[in-house]
Nanobody, 127 residues
Framework: VQLVESGGGLVHAGGSLRLSCAAS????????IGWFRQAPGKEREGVSC????????YYADSVKGRLTISRDNAKNMVYLQMNSLKPEDTAVYYC?????????????????????WGQGTQVTVSS
């Protein structure tokens, strides 16, 4: 069972990136996928989540209107489209999987909340 993030990089403020989360060893159909980020010296925080069966999405207030989460179960992939990026979006971004729906506490970082984690991809936004 593995999650692998890709698509990070260096971008100027106002630019865009599209992060990908690829699953192997299991099918994403039955899993909610969350995106988290961790900036240097800060705790890991939930950014967005998409539920399994109904594709209900959730976003942190800090990214609403700028980030869009989506999934392609046929490809076993989840994406995070990031637009209008700001320097404060700089962080390592992780995807994580949990069974079923995102739940009301989808933003909480813990192995109990999400059983599978990727290794992360660095996003750096320059001012």
């Amino acid at each position: 069972v593995q999650l692998v993030e890709s698509g990070g990089g260096l971008v100027h403020a106002g630019g865009s990136l599209r992060l990908s989360c690829a699953a192997s060893g299991f099918t994403l159909d039955y899993y909610a996928i969350g995106w988290f980020r961790q900036a240097p010296g800060k705790e890991r925080e939930g950014v967005s989540c998409i539920s399994s069966s109904d594709d209900i999405t959730y976003y942190a207030d800090s990214v609403k209107g700028r980030l869009t989460i989506s999934r392609d179960n046929a490809k076993n992939m989840v994406y995070l489209q990031m637009n209008s990026l700001k320097p404060e979006d700089t962080a390592v971004y992780y995807c994580a999987a949990r069974i079923g729906s995102c739940g009301s506490r989808w933003y909480e970082y813990s192995e109990r909340n999400y059983g599978y984690w990727g290794q992360g991809t660095q996003v750096t936004v320059s001012s």
